[in-house]
């Protein structure tokens, strides 16, 4: 299964989908859905990287933590990722994520937060597969 | 499972695991439109909630949201409810204000684009632009429990702006050490900014009154100049609501609910309390935001019209918890109003209002949507018994970011706003069509069907002429 995500269809806010042949497959993923939303469609440079791990008490309560991170980076580090590269193991992940100045580019959207709404992460026959609204 | 109880009025009655019925105020052309995605479901998803009195509620503009509808209202007993911040929403105090201004439609429109091209450079909007305001640990933790009476002493607000706000601009039982160091780092640097999203700033002129009286005492005549504000606490209050969000699924139970983003605790628990104490710090921050981005504004004004004052008429919270006093089941109770894009609407008499407003009700302000008008109403008696006095919040959305993206043509928007005379100023295209008007319920519909139920009564219709969206 190729990696990849696409938006889905909600009324006020974003819903991402993810999918990958690994579990890891769905936080990189999920940085670059991230990132297409809030650059819309600006070619976002990595210039810099920025390494960090989170925790959760299950696979969503990491995805949470995990995109709640970008979030952050964004706004109090002014660092908008375009890649990542993640080590999951026991439920935390270790992620070096890649991108650049955030204030360097123009007309980029902000994301208010991750939620659990609609939320869910499954193991299919052809790989891994989630689903994740934001906040916007 | 919808019944239609009035002409207005729609009940979903109890089954299940709800604890109270739902009811939702629309017409049937609203209705129409939010039956097509899960809004009654969440609805009734909140109806489930320990605590919850009355009716769970959906206000004519509600549309499906996360956890809770937006535009839903839910009142929960104050010793033995819950709390949720999901109730309140990411965006804690997201709001607006009113500013009125003594120069006319006529003598604006001379320095129109000129004025609007200078408020979107000292007033910065979209992510990662921050504000000129950088503030320190202690300044910000000033922020975060005075309001703003910081504001006030720091000389970037007059007193009459403290009194022409909810809560005076300063909601009480703010303790800045239940918000988190990381909501501190993001919203450290956005002071005096609005956002992206729906947030947006528009310069308007009053188009129609339809009750002369309350317009004369809310400052509002024809042809007047008003700037209308809607933004909230940014990333602070969007990360005290994650971390609470969390943090509270974590402590109680989450598989006890219907969803996970309902997540919950009792109003009177540690944990409730601390939430209550960072909303009500977020709600601070919040009103200094929106008084940072008048100060900038004031500031371009003047240069243009110095002789033009622009004085606040009102600022509303729609994403906010509060204890009011309401009648349920025939006798007065103590609750905790959650309303989640929804505007708290007092009628007259209500003691916690400014005392200009006391014998008329509150300002109620609905918002448009660039290209539609936008609505000033007056709070009333009636919404007392009805909806916890509560009214909606605006258009709310109708159509997905993701349709808009792909069924609306920039340029069609970019026409209808010139066909319009709305000057645009926008961070990008795409968020432009994001937040076309045809991604939104029909403003004018909302607006009647609040003043047919006596949710919020019709003062004054607003145009705009001038748009900033983040």
């Known amino acids: 299964m190729k990696a990849g995500f696409e938006f889905i269809e909600h009324t006020a806010d974003i819903k991402l989908r993810m999918y990958g042949e690994r579990a890891e497959h769905l936080f990189v993923e999920a940085v670059h859905a991230?990132?297409?939303?809030?650059?819309?469609g600006k070619r976002i440079q990595k210039k810099e990287r920025k390494e960090f791990s989170v925790e959760g008490v299950d696979m969503q309560d990491l995805m949470y933590s995990f995109l709640d991170e970008i979030i952050y980076l964004l706004d109090a580090e002014d660092f908008i990722a375009v890649d990542a590269a993640v080590i999951l193991k026991d439920n935390r992940i270790q992620a070096i994520v890649y991108g650049d100045k955030a204030s360097s580019y123009n007309g980029m959207s902000h994301v208010k937060a991750a939620t659990y709404a609609d939320m869910y992460i499954r193991q299919t026959d052809k790989g891994w597969e989630a689903q994740v609204v934001l906040d916007v | 499972m919808i019944k239609k109880i009035s002409d207005y009025i729609w009940e979903i009655p109890r089954t299940g695991k709800m604890l109270v019925p739902g009811k939702v105020f629309a017409s049937d052309k609203l209705m129409g439109k939010i039956m097509k995605d899960r809004c009654l479901e969440q609805i009734q998803n909140v109806a489930q909630l320990p605590g919850i009195v009355g009716y769970s509620l959906g206000m004519?503009?509600?549309?499906?949201?996360?956890?809770?509808?937006v535009g839903g209202v839910a009142a929960f007993d104050a010793k033995d409810g819950i709390i949720s911040p999901g109730g309140i929403g990411f965006d804690i105090n997201c709001g607006v204000r009113l500013l009125t201004c003594s120069l006319n439609k006529k003598g604006f429109l001379k320095k129109r684009?000129?004025?609007?091209?200078?408020?979107?450079?000292?007033?910065?909007?979209?992510?990662?632009?921050?504000?000129?305001?950088?503030?320190?640990?202690?300044?910000?933790?000033?922020?975060?429990?005075?309001?703003?009476?910081?504001?006030?002493?720091?000389?970037?607000?007059?007193?009459?702006?403290?009194e022409c706000c909810e809560d005076n601009g300063r909601i009480k039982g703010a303790h800045a050490k239940d918000v988190s160091h990381?909501?501190?780092?993001?919203?450290?640097?956005?002071?005096?900014?609005?956002?992206?999203?729906?947030?947006?700033?528009?310069?308007?002129?009053?188009?129609?009154?339809?009750?002369?009286a309350t317009a004369e005492t809310f400052g509002l005549e024809p042809n007047q100049i008003v700037v209308m504000i809607h933004s909230g606490s940014?990333?602070?209050?969007?990360?005290?609501?994650?971390?609470?969000?969390?943090?509270?699924?974590?402590?109680?139970?989450?598989?006890?609910?219907?969803?996970?983003?309902?997540?919950?605790?009792?109003?009177?628990?540690?944990?409730?309390?601390a939430y209550l104490s960072a909303m009500a710090a977020a709600a601070n921050f919040a009103f200094v935001n929106r008084q940072l981005i008048t100060y900038e504004i004031r500031k371009v004004f003047g240069a243009h019209f110095p002789n033009a004052k622009l004085a606040l008429m009102y600022d509303v919270a729609h994403n906010i918890a509060k204890f009011e006093k309401h009648i349920v089941d025939g006798k007065e109770k103590m609750v905790c109003v959650h309303r989640k894009g929804a505007t708290r609407s007092f009628g007259p008499g209500e003691k916690d209002l400014p005392s200009r407003y006391r014998k008329t009700g509150q300002p109620i302000i609905l918002p448009g949507s660039m290209g539609t008008f936008s609505y000033v109403l007056v709070g009333t008696k009636e919404s007392e018994q009805l909806s916890f006095s509560s009214t909606a919040h605006g258009a709310g959305r109708a159509l997905s970011r993701t349709y808009a993206l792909e069924h609306i043509k920039p340029e069609t928007v970019e026409k209808?706003?010139?066909?319009?005379?709305?000057?645009?100023?926008?961070?990008?295209?795409?968020?432009?069509?994001?937040?076309?008007?045809?991604?939104?319920?029909?403003?004018?519909?909302?607006?009647?069907?609040s003043h047919e139920l006596g949710l919020g009564r019709l003062v004054a219709r607003l145009k705009p002429l001038a748009v900033i969206k983040g």
Not at chain 1, 34 to 40: E, H, M, P, R, S
Not at chain 2, 198 to 203: A, K, S, V
């Open chain 1, 34 to 40: 991230f990132c297409a939303y809030v650059a819309k």
């Open chain 2, 60 to 69: 004519p503009d509600a549309h499906f949201g996360y956890g809770f509808c």
């Open chain 2, 113 to 162: 684009t000129q004025v609007i091209n200078e408020i979107y450079q000292h007033v910065p909007s979209g992510a990662g632009r921050n504000g000129e305001f950088v503030l320190d640990d202690k300044k910000l933790e000033e922020v975060l429990e005075k309001g703003l009476d910081w504001a006030v002493a720091k000389g970037y607000a007059i007193k009459e702006d403290k």
């Open chain 2, 182 to 212: 990381r909501a501190k780092e993001r919203g450290r640097s956005q002071l005096g900014t609005l956002g992206s999203g729906n947030h947006f700033l528009e310069i308007q002129y009053v188009e129609k009154i339809f009750d002369c």
């Open chain 2, 234 to 273: 940014r990333g602070l209050g969007h990360q005290v609501a994650s971390d609470y969000v969390q943090a509270m699924g974590k402590k109680y139970n989450p598989d006890t609910l219907p969803e996970r983003q309902l997540a919950c605790a009792p109003i009177r628990s540690d944990i409730g309390k």
């Open chain 2, 416 to 449: 209808e706003l010139r066909d319009y005379d709305v000057v645009l100023k926008a961070g990008s295209r795409k968020g432009m069509v994001e937040e076309a008007p045809a991604a939104y319920k029909d403003i004018d519909e909302v607006a009647r069907v």
